[in-house]
């Protein structure tokens, strides 16, 4: 087949068709033709020559062009596309190296495994140019529902049909014990779009806490305008569900809204997840709060927050234990997604031994430091000091308040902690010597003797061992592993030591080794506060 003027606009018209066919762009089919006539006239010419085709956005009219490069003498490799600078002077005026001499060559003749090849090339160029659409179109829908429909089951995944591709619905996806037959509807939640080599994968969920949301969006109107906030969703797909909502409008109430009349709105929501019942609960910045409403319909007597720790002590009466927990743990495990904190649940009685056993613990303590009667060491307790820290450096004013104690009785009590608490300190200075433990590590301002012994038994006996430390190893922390967050003992948590602190005191050792400059610190500060300041503009 040759390139005549009788086909020239044909190539046109076909590149025009199947752009329109596959929704794609002309050019890219024009593109994926003049490779394919490339191509050809390689075969025809020789596979080393660089043959460049042009078609005509107009006309159609194909030309083809053999390019050649001029290159350094010793960098000659290809002699059919590149050439010396004295070879080209043949051809050109003053080449210079980079220059490429163009020249037309006559059009080839297209046999039938020429043209089968040319097919193959724009078959490939156009079934690429598809994918590419089709990723860019699914990509910018992640995070929207999208209705399709089921074309067929395999081992267990639904492979749904969603108008210019196809996408998975894994099982692990599907509520409950669903099941799908060819041609049903189905409504899902994009989740994730991938380029892969067979072609984009649409990956689709319903059991994603975000397909609940963009649900409510859809049934409430309020939270599409942006009045209504979902700030927090918690599901157990089929079962059970939490959802946290806040109105920036003080006329509207967010649960209300999200309910409908005569629960309109949330219903139609239920019916979609096949019966999950949905608790919608009023979000609160304050933790505690949020808490106690996020565990309803169970009753909540007290709640003691840690945050460091991002962990959360509730006390319920105990008719209330097994409601607040609920079957199989769910109500207090969706209230913890929610909220994001992990919850200890004890009854009011749990509590109560619990504090009398710290109240026993505290009074043996001063019993045994202070040299004092059960009855005085109460009376401490009693008054909320917990540690002989306290007694010793305590304004002794507090002390006086405490009935029966007079100024030489406070004066007694604090000599006494104080006492214990230097041959402890001694004690323990003296096992970190035998230990190891060299001057530079004793002699670092804001450690003691205590938290030095405790260091050395851990294998840190100089300053350099110490600014080596991570603040989480100094203070412990939270590690979360597939959604499950254990504890991470710090070497000197026990003494009260925060992270803000451990990367202080750690920090302050690089410095004082050399090892980190105190400028470029200062400099990252202000370059990081600046960078903070105009996030801040911008979203103003």
Do not use: H
Not at 92 to 115: C, L, T
Not at 364 to 371: I, K, N
Not at 454 to 479: I, N, P, Q, R, Y
């Amino acid at each position: 087949m040759a390139i005549t003027s009788a086909n020239q606009l044909e190539l046109l018209q076909t590149a025009e068709a199947v752009a329109r066919e596959k929704m794609i762009d002309p050019g890219l089919v024009v593109e994926a033709m003049e490779e394919s006539l490339a191509r050809a006239a390689k075969s025809r010419y020789g596979s080393e020559m660089d043959i460049r085709v042009a078609i005509d956005r107009k006309t159609g009219k194909a030309t083809f062009t053999r390019v050649r490069t001029v290159v350094e003498e010793e960098e000659l490799e290809n002699y059919q596309a590149e050439f010396t600078v004295e070879q080209a002077k043949q051809y050109m005026e003053n080449p210079e190296v980079g220059a490429q001499y163009i020249e037309e060559i006559p059009p080839v003749e297209m046999g039938r495994i020429a043209a089968q090849s040319a097919k193959q090339v724009i078959l490939q160029k156009v079934r690429e140019a598809e994918r590419d659409r089709q990723f860019e179109e699914f990509q910018d829908r992640v995070g929207t529902i999208i209705n399709g429909v089921v074309k067929r089951e395999e081992y267990g995944n639904v492979i749904v049909d969603v108008g210019r591709g196809e996408a998975i619905l894994r099982r692990n996806e599907k509520i409950g014990r669903e099941s799908y037959r060819p041609n049903d509807r189905v409504r899902c939640y994009i989740k994730d779009v991938r380029r892969e080599t067979r072609g984009p994968q649409i990956f689709l969920s319903r059991t994603a806490p975000e397909f609940m949301a963009e649900l409510f969006k859809m049934e409430v109107p309020e939270i599409y305008d942006g009045i209504i906030e979902i700030k927090a969703v918690a599901r157990d797909p089929g079962s059970r569900a939490k959802i946290a909502v806040i109105s920036y409008d003080g006329s509207i109430d967010p649960v209300g809204a999200c309910v409908g009349m005569r629960g309109s709105r949330v219903q139609a929501v239920v019916n979609e997840l096949q019966g999950e019942k949905i608790d919608i609960i009023p979000w609160n910045e304050d933790q505690p709060t949020f808490l106690v409403n996020a565990l309803q319909p169970a009753e909540v007597s007290k709640v003691v927050l840690d945050e460091e720790a991002g962990k959360i002590e509730v006390v319920v009466p105990d008719e209330q234990l097994s409601l607040a927990i609920g079957r199989r743990g769910q109500n207090v495990r969706l209230a913890s997604q929610l909220t994001a904190l992990d919850i200890d649940i004890m009854t009011e009685a749990e509590e109560s031994e619990r504090r009398q056993k710290e109240f026993e613990v505290r009074t043996a303590l001063f019993m045994q430091t202070l040299d004092l009667d059960e009855f005085f060491a109460q009376l401490l307790v009693s008054e909320g000091f917990t540690s002989l820290e306290e007694v010793a450096y305590v304004e002794i004013d507090e002390l006086l308040v405490i009935d029966g104690v007079d100024e030489d009785t406070a004066n007694e009590l604090q000599a006494r902690a104080r006492d214990f608490l230097e041959a402890q300190a001694k004690a323990a200075l003296d096992a970190a010597r035998e230990l190891g433990v060299q001057d530079s590590l004793f002699a670092f301002e804001g450690l003691t003797p205590q938290m030095i012994e405790a260091l050395a038994k851990d294998g840190v006996l100089s300053l350099e061992d110490f600014a080596t430390c991570a603040d989480w190893e100094l203070a412990g922390g939270w590690t979360t592993v597939d959604g499950e967050r254990s504890k991470d003992d710090g070497i000197l948590e026990p003494f009260g030591m925060t992270l803000e602190e451990a990367q202080d005191m750690v920090m302050t050792a690089r410095i004082m080794l050399g090892w980190v400059d105190p400028a470029e610190l200062e400099a990252a500060a202000a370059a990081e506060a600046e960078e903070g300041e105009a996030e801040q503009e911008a979203e103003a």
